[in-house]
């Protein structure tokens, strides 16, 4: 992944933090490109440093996000329901 695109990603992740409850899904429309799984895998790492850091509400917001965009990707598998047959 080139420094340019890390740089974009960061610069996403934080329009993402500042953005008002709610707007995330147009700031993410709005950037298409740079919706892939090294954005992420990104989001993931900043969200683990927050956590480290104790920025709680910012860590499980990253997570809860990127784990949204990995199901939408194909890269988070979606584990079907077990029936439980007796």
């Known amino acids: 992944m080139s420094e340019q695109r890390q740089h974009l990603y ?3 992740i934080d329009e993402l ?6 707007q995330e899904p147009e700031i993410l429309e709005s950037k298409p490109e740079l919706i892939d799984s090294g954005f992420v895998e990104t989001m993931l790492q ?6 480290h850091e104790g920025n709680q509400d910012g860590a499980q ?3 809860f996000v990127a784990r ?3 199901k939408q ?4 598998p979606e584990v079907p329901e077990v029936s439980n047959k007796e």
Not at 46 to 51: D, E, K, S, W, Y
Request: glycine share 8%.
């Open 73 to 76: 990707l194909g890269l988070y």
């Open 46 to 51: 900043v969200a683990t440093m927050f956590a």
């Open 17 to 22: 933090l500042r953005c008002p409850n709610g």
């Open 61 to 63: 917001f990253l997570f």
């Open 68 to 70: 949204e965009l990995a």
């Open 10 to 12: 960061f610069n996403l």
